[in-house]
T-cell receptor, first 113, second 112 residues
Framework: GAGVSQSPRYKVAKRGQDVALRCDPI?????LFWYQQALGQGPEFLTY????????KSGLPSDRFFAERPEGSVSTLKIQRTQQEDSAVYLC???????????FGEGSRLTVL | RKEVEQDPGPFNVPEGATVAFNCTYS??????FFWYRQDCRKEPKLLMS???SGNEDGRFTAQLNRASQYISLLIRDSKLSDSATYLC?????????????FGSGTQLTVLP
């Protein structure tokens, strides 16, 4: 596809469940970012990849959050033992290089009950 | 104190009105600045970059005041389609998209 694709678009999890969110960046985009957007707030940075290398994970809120991009294309954000405060929209974005405009996917909306 | 602060609004204005949004940022070393637009339940999209000299794109004008650490967005002749949340975005790193810092957004509704 032409844009950043994320799945699932909606996920409901029971507290304590593990979830995995997938991001397909724009083909050829080297840089990939994950952001978390809580209701009524702006997106907050979670982590950044350049190709397969995770160069910055300073925004991950706890060790329950883990992201990977093993082949430098598709990325997965995994949240273990979900908590209610993890409920948010998780946005993936990609850019052609470290420079340049970010293109966001529509996000994965996670609700933890 | 949040790194990027915006008036959350909401701003409700009639069609054709001029509306201005303001934003302040705390990191004086910030290098680049943007306005993003986010429609309800959609992803943020780049509206325009903000340059020190000020820049204009059609009905939209962005201004940056580095001394005051203040960014503004002016929308002239508002259209119904301008209704959205406008996010002020600051990048502390020159020439890199890493770690964009977003404000909480200002909600605009343009009324017929």
């Amino acid at each position: 596809g032409a844009g950043v694709s994320q799945s699932p678009r909606y996920k409901v999890a029971k507290r304590g469940q593990d979830v995995a969110l997938r991001c397909d960046p724009i083909s050829g985009h080297v840089s990939l970012f994950w952001y978390q957007q809580a209701l009524g707030q702006g997106p907050e940075f979670l982590t950044y990849f350049q190709n397969e290398a995770q160069l910055d994970k300073s925004g991950l809120p706890s060790d329950r959050f883990f992201a990977e991009r093993p082949e430098g294309s598709v990325s997965t954000l995994k949240i273990q033992r979900t908590q209610q405060e993890d409920s948010a929209v998780y946005l993936c974005a990609s850019s052609l290089a470290a420079l340049g405009e970010l293109f966001f996917g529509e996000g994965s909306r996670l609700t933890v009950l | 104190r949040k790194e990027v602060e915006q008036d959350p609004g909401p701003f409700n204005v009639p069609e054709g009105a001029t509306v201005a949004f303001n934003c302040t940022y705390s990191n004086s070393a910030s290098q680049s600045f943007f306005w993003y637009r986010q429609d309800c339940r959609k992803e943020p999209k780049l509206l325009m970059s903000v340059y020190s000299s000020g820049n204009e794109d059609g009905r939209f004008t962005a201004q940056l005041n580095r001394a005051s650490q203040y960014i503004s967005l002016l929308i002239r002749d508002s259209k119904l389609s301008d209704s959205a949340t406008y996010l002020c975005v600051v990048n502390p790193t020159r020439g890199s998209a890493r770690q964009l810092t977003f404000g909480s957004g200002t909600q605009l509704t343009v009324l017929p």
